[in-house]
């Protein structure tokens, strides 16, 4: 279930009785949603009431992402607001919560729609991340794939290898810091091979050499700058 975060793999106003009326009556009270999720027995009764919150925010996050033409794009977009709004009062309340604390699909919501999100908000809420991986809430993994996914945005070099990207007609890496060192990278961040990775999803093997030739024709396609990509030291975060 963890490898879902590399796939797309982040509700309230004061998050207190308005929040809880307000988005409960409008998004959450029509159909609760039921996600076999074993983690749910560590959730702590506080946070019960956000499940059924981030089961909506979770499904709302995919919901139209995956389809084609301008309308459901511009319905993925309104979503996106909705969820990043819900999100962000959780999170400027609670902080980044962990599985023990709203299950895997609450956690996952979390992450996916901060991932969705522009670049500021990112900035903003990347200390946040770090705290979040010092503290066991987010992993090493979470933490790649957000740092990936902002230098795409910054138009910078990923490290890690998670965000693809569409070049002569096929899905690949989009430009990688260090090619030559990323297995060992990811394997620093629990993510697994390039290999492990791209194979379930593309049916196609890692190879390197060919990556290699094609890199530098990526960077000047997707006008990649040479600013240093962003990275937490993680030796740093957990001590």
Same mark, same amino acid.
């Given at each position: ?78 979503? +996106? ?52 991986v010092s503290k066991y809430k987010a992993t090493f993994g ?52 390039? +290999? ?14 060919i990556y290699k030739k094609e890199q530098a024709e990526m ?21």
């Open positions: 279930m963890i490898k879902s975060l590399f796939l797309y793999l982040v509700v309230i106003s004061v998050l207190g009785s308005t929040c809880k009326n307000s988005v409960k009556d409008k998004e959450v009270k029509s159909k609760p949603f039921k996600f076999f999720d074993p983690a749910l027995a560590t959730v702590p009764d506080s946070f019960k009431y956000l499940l059924p919150i981030l089961d909506t925010s979770f499904l709302n996050d995919q919901k139209y992402r995956s389809t084609s033409g301008i309308e459901n794009s511009k319905k993925q977009a309104i979503l +996106d607001s909705v969820n990043l709004s819900i999100v962000k009062k959780i999170i400027n309340k609670y902080g980044l919560l962990g599985i023990k604390d709203v299950g895997f699909v609450g956690k996952t919501a979390l992450h996916s729609v901060l991932l969705h999100s522009n670049i500021a908000t990112k900035k903003e809420y990347y200390p946040v991340l770090l705290e979040a979470d933490l790649a794939i957000f740092e990936d996914k902002l230098n795409f945005q910054l138009h910078r070099r990923q490290y890690y290898g998670t965000q693809l990207t569409k070049f002569k007609g096929l899905m690949m890496p989009y430009p990688i810091e260090d090619v030559d060192v990323i297995d060992s990278l990811r394997k620093i961040m629990k993510i697994g091979s390039m +290999d492990n990775y791209l194979y379930p999803l593309l049916k196609t093997r890692w190879d390197i050499s960077v000047k396609n997707f006008k990649v700058n040479d600013s240093t990509p962003i990275r937490a030291d993680v030796n740093l975060l957990r001590k």
